[in-house]
Every structure is written in C-alpha cells, then in structure tokens.
C-alpha cells in the first residue's frame, strides 16, 4: 500500500473526514462540536470609530447551535450536539456572515467542503421555503498583483418567489476610503448585485414540508490560487465545472498580500431572520 492508499484508508475509516473528498493536505477540519473553530464575525472595517463601518457590513456574530424546534425538540447536527448558525436581522434583505482568515500556503489548487441547512425562522405553521432570499460562499483573496472576492451564490427565492439558481458575482462595487490615514478601505460587496448566472446552474434544494424540518447538503467549491478562477463546485448530486463566470477583480490592497479567508454567508428575503446552519467545514489544498 502506497502512502496516498494508506492516507485514503485512514480518512475512509473516520466517520468525521470520510463524508468529505478532500485534496491532498487538509489545512483545518472544523467541527462545530468543539466550538467556533476559528470562524468570527465579519464586519466592515472602521478607523478611528465604529461609526465609520459601512452600514450594511455591520454583520451579527456566528453561534453554536444544537438546532432547537419549538415542536419536535433539539435536533443539533448531523452527528454531533451543535452547528455553527449564521442568522440575519429580522430585515428584508440583511445579511449575515462568519469567516475565519488564513493566509496562502503555496498557489494552487485549494477546495472548501461543508454540510449546510438553511430555514427562516419558524413563527408560521406553513413551510416558508422562500423566505431565505439566499446563501453562499466567498474567498477573499490577494496575490503580488491582484485582490479577489471570488463569491458563489444560491438564490433561492426573489420577492416570495422561488427561484434555486447559482451565481458568481461578476461586477465589483464601489470602494470606500475609511478614515484618513489611506490604510483602510471597504466596500459592500455582500449587496445583491451584480451576479451572473452559472449556465445550467438551476438546482432544487430539499426543503423538506414543515417550517421547523430541516435537511442537511453538501457543498464542495474548488478553487486555483494561481489563476484565480473557480475550477469546480458540487452540490449534493450536482456537479458544475462547465462555463464558470470568471469573478471580478481589484487592485492590491495595503497589507493583505498572501490573504486567504473563507467566508459563509446568508441573506433574507422577508423580515424575518433566516438562518445558515454548517455542521462542519473541511478546507484542504493540493500542496
């Protein structure tokens, strides 16, 4: 047995990393079992005073959940106590996000696996299915001469109507100078705006029939940190490598060469909170 077989057997014999198709080097397995795992608030930089955040990137912070239904009990997650939850303000259109920042450890392929639910929050005894607009995940992402925010996104819903389609966002927004110093910029680039559609990137998802039941996915994104393009990314049985819109780019910023993020993200679409559950994230590189 090679040390690539042996490497195989061993992650097929563990319940945790068997459900994931890692590349070669698993660079973090979280499992929100054991807490937070390194995945914090994301918010809009600020200079001087929080008063300088953009107003729609002061974002709640990420909590461990055991999946609590008012009518059934605790669910937790798939194979363990808690999830880690990601809910937005009761506001149509508010956004939630967790990231946990890396930085790059060699220029190639890197591949972000997760198992996820999603639901608004149960005050109706009626599926509502289309109350979460939509979810996603992004890299944030700077080289010698570039910055990324590659971004994929499911909208699941528009104005209570069903959609199910992925998208890549495409068009960059607008920076803003934070402060005085010139060290610090933002830019709202979680408004939603400027996506593209995947061709042939309708899907379904499991909604289940109940507002408190919920159904766990799996996601797998890959991604090449030396042409900065998406390469690949699966959903449960759905497989996309075909015709990926190309994400759009920045000019470096100060500070951040060699930055690596991971970032979650979920969106309502009526005022009501809706929530990203991840029962566990796997990131891992070819090198």
Known sequence: MTAAEMTAAIRRADPSLSRFDPLDRIMYHADFGR??????????NYEGSLDTILSDMNFLSPQLSTYQMWD?????????????????????????????????????????????????????MVLTENDVR???????????????????????AQDGESIGQWQIKTH??????????????????????????????????????????????????TFDLATMRFVQFRCNDRVYEQDIPTPFELAPWPNLRGLLNTIFFVETDVDKRAFLYLDSVLFSSAE
């Open 35 to 44: 807490g937070h795992c390194g995945f914090t608030a994301t918010i809009g």
């Open 72 to 124: 059934t009990g605790t669910g937790g997650s798939i194979h363990g106590a808690c999830s880690l939850k990601l809910a937005t303000r009761p506001v149509r259109g508010s956004v939630s996000a967790a990231t946990k920042r890396l930085s790059i450890r060699s220029q190639g392929l890197v591949r972000l696996e997760t198992y996820f639910g999603i639901k608004s929050e149960a005050t109706e």
């Open 134 to 156: 939509a979810f996603g995940v992004l890299f944030d992402i700077q080289d010698d001469t570039r910055r990324l925010l590659p971004r994929l996104r499911y909208l699941n």
């Open 172 to 221: 960059h927004p607008q920076r803003h100078d934070i402060g005085a110093t010139g060290k610090t910029a933002s830019i709202g680039h979680y408004a939603p705006v400027g996506y593209t559609e995947v061709p042939g990137g309708a899907q379904q998802l499991c909604h289940n029939e109940l507002p408190t039941k919920m159904n766990w996915h799996y996601l797998s994104v």
